[in-house]
Structures are given as C-alpha cells and as structure tokens.
C-alpha cells in the first residue's frame, strides 16, 4: 500500500499547486500560502513513501526493481530513490514546493507575495503533472521480480548521493527567483524593494548550486577513474550555464537594490537563469545526450520537458517584453563606478554563458540537421572562454572598492600596488617551476591578484579598528571576502593542477618498476575480494619516492546485479598535491600483467577547496541579518554590504 500512498499523496499536492495558482493569481496570498504549505507537506511524504519503498525493497514497484537491490547498502537504497529519472524529478517538485512554502511563511503579505506564489504554484503544477501523468515513480509491477537490478554502481558513491539534492536546491531555488521576478513584473514593482526581497532567494539558489556543482566535479574526478575534474560534458554544462547567469544575477541585484538601476537587465537575468536550469533539465533527461551523468534516454518524455521549455520561455518573455518598456532606467552613472563595473562583470559572465551554451548545443543541432556527429570539446572552450574569464577575474579587487555613480581610479590603484607586485612575483614563480607553460603562468598571476586585491580591501575596511573592527564587519561583507578569495584560490588550482598534471600508462607484471616524476612503482600483483553487492580485483602497488613509501590499492569491481564494472582508484594527498592510480585492464596475451595509470595531480585541492570557499561566502552573505530580515513595501531602503561591498566612508 505505501505505493498507492506516495501516489494519492502526489495527486493531493498536485489540486493543493492549483490552488495556490489560483488563490495567488487572485490575490489572496495567505489562502496561497497554504494551499502552498499543504501541497509541500504532501510531497514531502510522497517522497517518504518512495524512500521507504527503496529501503524495504518492494520489487513491487517498478522504480525499486529497477534501481534497486537486496544487497545494496542501507545508504545507497536511500540514495536510490532519486538516482534516477522518476524520482529525482519527485524531488525536484518537492523542493519547487518547499521554497513556496518557505516563501509563503517568510515573505511581507501583499500582492507581490501573492503573485509570487501564484507563479510558483502554476510552475510546480506543470512539473507535477509531467511527473503524474508521463514520469510516475510510484508504477506497480504486475509480476515483481525476486530481485532488482540494482542502482547504476557509478552512483553509488556518497558525492553522488548529494549532489542531486543540492543541484536542486540551485536549479528549482531559481524557480523561485523567476516567480517573483514575473510577479514583479505583473504588478510594476521591479525596483529596489524588489531587489531586496529576491536577493535571498538568489544567493541561497546560486550557493546551493555551486556546491552541487562541486559534488558532481570530486565525484567525477575519483569515480570514473578519468583523473581529470573537469571534461565539459554537455551534462556538466547544462549546471554551469545557470551558475554563469546566476552569478551575473547576483552582483546585478546589487546595482538594482542600490540604485534603482538595471531593473530591466536584472529581472532579464533572473527569468534566464531558471529558463537554463529547464534546458540543463531537458538536456539530462530527454536522451538527446549520451553521457555517464545523464538520468534518461526517452525522446517522448524529452519532447514533454521541452514543451514544458517553450510554455515557461514565452511566458515569461513575452511577460518582459510586456513590461520591461516600463520600468525605470535609474540614476545616470560614469563609466568608472560602481554600476559600471558591475556592467562589465554582468556582460562578460553573460557572454560565457552564451559561449559555453553555444558549444553545447551546436553538436546537437549539426546532427538534428545533416546527421553528422560531431563533437565539440576543450580546445573550444579553452580557446573562448579562458580567455573571457581571464580578463572577468582582473576587476574584482578594485572593482569592490569603487563608489556608486563615480569613481576615482588613482586611489584604488595605488592601494592595489602590493596586490600587484604579489602577483607578477608569482607568475615569474610558476615560469621557473612550470617550464614556461604560460596558462599556469597567468592563471597563478589573476588567483594571487585576486587573493591579494581583496585581503588588501578588507584591511581598508578594518582600518585602525583592529580585532574589534573585523568582527563587527557584516556578514555580507565577509561573505564577498570569502567567495573572492575563494575565487582566487580555485583559479590558482585549476590553473597549476590543468597545466602541471604529469601523467602515464604502464603495462606491469608482478615485480616489474616504472617511474614516474621522480615516483618508482613496483606492481605486486592483483588479489580477488568481494564486497556487499560486488566482487574486485585489488591491485597491490608499492609507490617509493626518497625515503616515503606507501601502499596503493586501485580496484576494479564488477556488480553482478547491474552486470557493470567500475575503477575505484587510489589517492595519496600530500601538501603538493594528488598521487592517482588507476587499475585498468588485464593485458591480452601476458598473463598476469595490467596497465596502471598512474598521475600526479599538483594543488587539485585547492580547485575543491576554492569552490568550497566560494559557496561559504554565497551562504554568509544569504545570512546577514541585513539581508534575512523581513521588510514591508514601503520600508525605506538603507544602504548594506554586499557580495560586492560598499567603500569605506
């Protein structure tokens, strides 16, 4: 029965979306705010029927046979119930709902309230429904199976287990971004009380995604035994695209809260975010992509999402088109100001985004046209996008030290001196140690300037306060302290881990060495195990470098139910950076012998770590009380810290 009760549940929060829509479209906002709150409680148990339905393994139900087994672990059946189409997209509408019920119980009342939550409702209606009627997790099986296939072993790693939900959390938390930038627009409020209630909302979405984000890039890098953690797989690129514009959506709030300006640009950006996360969607699941990460390979429900694409894209362009005529233009401002670089940050994300969807789907509409597969990967994107993110990275440290309207550039550059001179000292640091790889080069320059440009702004805030001082700056301004430093740290790993990244293959039988940066590798042979739903094949190597030694034991597993291998590699961390070994395959014809891929990944922490700082940052500036606190329509408007800080009076 706990099926049919997941079920009636989902079909119960489904008539509670309607009516929220309706309530909202009406006006009403409280009776929307419970329809609201009502339909994300019956959700939310809907997905805890399906999640008890993975742990007690009923094969019963379709979905469990399908993704599940009796010998996986506990962890995994859980992690089972959305590691996959059907019940990642219940998830996908339980989050919709909660960020309306959170809305509904946060939010000031009035009609901007109420259009949000109609907006919502209608959005999480359409999911429900695709879900309901083309996607139903809850579908019995008329003669159940003894057993299930159990989840796709690739996804059961506890990165993957979490990235879903927090992918989510960024991708349906835009939904709610959208919602109220169209209930702003229905009702002309797009200015900087608008800005100031959606900004939450932006910085929660934006830093929730960047930690998905990050899961899915750790994941790939120790799970598919590829070595690298990044490989621009159109997957990987329908999340990066939202971030992109969410990011540009973030710092374009700021002007709009601020100064009344960009209200048109702004309110733009927030309809195309949410507008990439359905693409990223329709891209994952429509089986138009053949990837490790995507969730589905069905061309009917694919033409359902992007028919659900279209409804939302004409919607809320056609409502923009409408209404953006209107809106106020803002104070004028000189070029050399605080609006003007935000301007600049705004275009450059901007076209990165456009870059990267470009390259994306450009395969996708040559084969649709001639049938030609074509792949576009890399090189494209180092060659159009490095450079746009390069020049992107150089404006934050004076950037966040500029004033509104205008500024003085003499001042700013002067107090950046030392920032500069700490970074043409690193690149001449990373020339020697890198052979002149003049990528590294740059990149180590722009992560130290960076780095360097905004301690130097926070210590300018601090001034002669000392201790006292810093702990009494707001979180907000902390929060851009973090997230830039985080940006300088990633850029600095990226840069040194892509273009230091020493690699080779080896064939090895029992006994025999290979060398590799100063490592030698005695390959002592392969031993059997098993695991709970597994068998492997664990290779014994003994990794000498000087006087440290150490044990390494790849894997290869083989999972009988799922009838699928995967590579389990072996990590040594060190201060410099990653030793990584892979287990590959028996060599035909020498008995005994295997290939061993063996890399030495220098500062890939850092890469990890970077974008762990820069999602606390996003987090710390989403709690500043400043930016929590609930505000009416006719408040006034004080100026407050942000991602992108005011100057010092």
């Given at each position: 029965?706990?099926?049919?009760?997941?079920?009636?549940?989902?079909?119960?929060?489904?008539?509670?979306?309607?009516?929220?829509?309706?309530?909202?479209?009406?006006?009403?906002?409280?009776?929307?705010?419970?329809?609201?709150?009502?339909?994300a409680?019956?959700?939310?148990?809907?997905?805890?029927?399906?999640?008890?339905?993975?742990?007690?393994?009923?094969?019963?139900?379709?979905?469990v046979?399908?993704?599940?087994?009796?010998?996986?672990?506990?962890?995994?059946?859980?992690?089972?119930?959305?590691?996959?189409?059907?019940?990642?997209?219940?998830?996908?509408?339980?989050?919709?709902?909660?960020?309306?019920?959170?809305?509904?119980?946060?939010?000031?009342?009035?009609?901007?309230?109420?259009?949000?939550?109609?907006v919502?409702?209608?959005?999480?209606?359409?999911?429900?429904?695709?879900?309901?009627?083309?996607?139903?997790?809850?579908?019995?099986?008329?003669?159940?199976?003894?057993?299930?296939?159990?989840?796709?072993p690739?996804?059961?790693?506890?990165?993957l287990?979490?990235?879903?939900?927090?992918?989510?959390?960024?991708?349906?938390?835009?939904?709610?971004?959208?919602?109220?930038?169209?209930?702003?627009?229905?009702e002309?409020?797009?200015?900087?009380?608008?800005?100031?209630?959606?900004?939450?909302?932006a910085?929660?979405?934006?830093?929730?995604?960047?930690?998905?984000?990050?899961?899915?890039?750790?994941?790939?890098?120790?799970?598919?035994?590829?070595?690298?953690?990044?490989?621009?797989?159109?997957?990987?690129?329908?999340?990066?695209?939202?971030?992109?514009?969410?990011a540009?959506l973030?710092?374009?709030?700021?002007?709009?809260?601020?100064?009344?300006?960009?209200?048109?640009?702004?309110?733009?950006?927030?309809?195309?975010t949410?507008?990439?996360?359905?693409?990223?969607?329709?891209?994952?699941?429509?089986?138009?992509?053949?990837?490790?990460?995507?969730f589905?390979?069905?061309?009917?429900?694919?033409?359902?999402?992007?028919?659900?694409?279209?409804?939302?894209?004409?919607?809320?362009?056609?409502?923009?088109?409408?209404?953006?005529?209107?809106?106020?233009?803002?104070?004028?401002?000189?070029?050399?100001?605080?609006?003007?670089?935000?301007?600049?940050?705004?275009?450059?994300?901007?076209?990165?985004?456009a870059?990267?969807?470009?390259?994306?789907?450009?395969?996708?509409?040559?084969?649709?046209?001639?049938?030609?597969?074509?792949?576009?990967?890399?090189?494209?994107?180092?060659?159009?996008?490095?450079?746009?993110?390069?020049?992107?990275?150089?404006?934050?440290?004076?950037?966040?030290?500029?004033?509104?309207?205008?500024?003085?550039?003499?001042?700013?550059?002067?107090?950046?001196?030392?920032?500069?001179?700490?970074?043409?000292?690193?690149?001449?640091?990373?020339?020697i140690?890198?052979?002149?790889?003049?990528?590294?080069?740059?990149?180590?320059?722009?992560?130290?300037?960076?780095?360097?440009?905004?301690?130097?702004?926070?210590?300018?805030?601090?001034?002669?306060?000392?201790?006292?001082?810093?702990?009494?700056?707001?979180?907000?301004?902390?929060?851009m302290?973090?997230?830039?430093?985080?940006?300088?740290?990633?850029?600095?790993?990226?840069?040194?881990?892509?273009?230091?990244?020493?690699?080779r293959?080896?064939a090895?039988?029992?006994?025999?060495?290979?060398?590799?940066?100063?490592?030698?590798?005695?390959?002592?042979?392969?031993?059997?195990?098993?695991?709970?739903?597994?068998?492997?094949?664990?290779a014994?190597?003994?990794?000498?470098?000087?006087?440290?030694?150490?044990?390494?034991?790849?894997?290869?597993?083989?999972?009988?139910?799922?009838?699928?291998p995967?590579?389990?590699?072996?990590?040594?961390?060190?201060?410099?950076?990653?030793?990584?070994?892979?287990?590959?395959?028996?060599?035909?014809?020498?008995?005994?012998?295997?290939?061993?891929?063996?890399?030495?990944?220098?500062?890939?922490?850092?890469?990890?770590?970077?974008?762990?700082?820069?999602?606390?940052?996003?987090?710390?500036?989403?709690?500043?009380?400043?930016?929590?606190?609930?505000?009416?329509?006719?408040?006034?408007?004080?100026?407050?810290?942000?991602?992108?800080?005011?100057?010092?009076?």
């Open positions: 029965m706990i099926a049919e009760l997941g079920h009636l549940l989902t079909v119960l929060a489904f008539g509670l979306t309607l009516l929220a829509a309706y309530h909202g479209f009406s006006g009403r906002d409280e009776l929307a705010a419970r329809a609201m709150g009502l339909s409680v019956a959700a939310i148990f809907g997905l805890v029927a399906l999640v008890m339905a993975f742990i007690r393994s009923d094969f019963s139900v379709e979905l046979a399908r993704h599940s087994h009796s010998l996986k672990p506990f962890f995994y059946k859980i992690a089972g119930a959305w590691g996959n189409h059907e019940g990642s997209m219940l998830l996908w509408c339980v989050i919709m709902l909660g960020y309306g019920a959170i809305a509904g119980a946060v939010m000031a009342p009035g009609r901007l309230k109420a259009r949000a939550l109609g919502q409702g209608a959005l999480a209606a359409l999911s429900l429904a695709y879900l309901l009627f083309a996607s139903s997790p809850f579908t019995r099986l008329a003669d159940p199976p003894l057993d299930g296939n159990g989840l796709n690739l996804l059961q790693d506890p990165a287990a979490f990235h879903p939900p927090f992918l989510y959390l960024g991708y349906v938390g835009f939904s709610f971004v959208f919602s109220i930038a169209a209930a702003g627009l229905i002309g409020q797009v200015g900087r009380e608008w800005a100031r209630r959606v900004r939450p909302w910085l929660f979405a934006w830093s929730a995604l960047t930690i998905g984000i990050s899961l899915g890039a750790i994941w790939a890098y120790y799970e598919l035994g590829w070595g690298g953690w990044w490989f621009w797989d159109p997957v990987e690129n329908a999340s990066f695209m939202p971030w992109l514009v969410g540009a973030v710092h374009s709030l700021i002007v709009t809260q601020k100064r009344g300006s960009m209200a048109a640009w702004t309110v733009l950006l927030a309809v195309l949410f507008c990439l996360s359905i693409l990223g969607a329709f891209l994952v699941r429509s089986g138009v992509l053949t990837s490790v990460h995507a589905a390979l069905d061309p009917e429900r694919g033409a359902l999402l992007l028919a659900g694409l279209v409804i939302v894209g004409v919607f809320a362009l056609g409502l923009y088109a409408w209404r953006a005529p209107k809106l106020e233009a803002g104070p004028v401002f000189d070029p050399i100001s605080r609006e003007g670089a935000l301007i600049l940050n705004n275009l450059f994300l901007s076209v990165a985004a870059t990267v969807l470009v390259g994306t789907l450009y395969p996708l509409v040559v084969e649709a046209v001639s049938g030609e597969k074509i792949s576009v990967g890399s090189p494209y994107f180092d060659m159009t996008l490095a450079p746009l993110m390069a020049i992107l990275f150089l404006a934050p440290p004076a950037a966040q030290s500029f004033a509104w309207r205008k500024a003085d550039l003499t001042p700013v550059l002067k107090r950046l001196i030392i920032a500069g001179a700490l970074a043409i000292a690193a690149a001449g640091a990373t020339f140690l890198l052979a002149g790889k003049l990528w590294a080069v740059l990149g180590v320059a722009i992560g130290v300037w960076l780095i360097a440009g905004t301690i130097t702004d926070l210590l300018r805030r601090i001034g002669g306060g000392g201790v006292a001082r810093a702990f009494a700056l707001s979180a907000s301004i902390w929060g302290t973090i997230a830039h430093i985080g940006l300088g740290v990633f850029v600095i790993g990226a840069s040194v881990e892509v273009n230091g990244r020493v690699e293959t080896f090895l039988m029992p006994g025999e060495t290979a060398e590799l940066d100063n490592w030698t590798f005695t390959f002592n042979g392969v031993q059997s195990d098993e695991g709970p739903n597994y068998f492997s094949q664990v014994d190597i003994t990794a000498v470098k000087g006087r440290r030694e150490m044990q390494l034991a790849p894997q290869k597993r083989f999972y009988p139910a799922a009838g699928m995967t590579t389990e590699v072996a990590i040594r961390k060190s201060l410099t950076g990653d030793l990584y070994v892979a287990l590959g395959d028996e060599v035909r014809g020498r008995p005994g012998a295997w290939t061993l891929r063996v890399s030495f990944n220098p500062m890939i922490d850092w890469v990890f770590g970077g974008a762990g700082l820069i999602a606390l940052g996003g987090f710390m500036a989403f709690a500043s009380k400043r930016l929590r606190q609930r505000v009416e329509v006719d408040d006034p408007i004080t100026v407050e810290p942000d991602l992108v800080a005011e100057p010092a009076e």
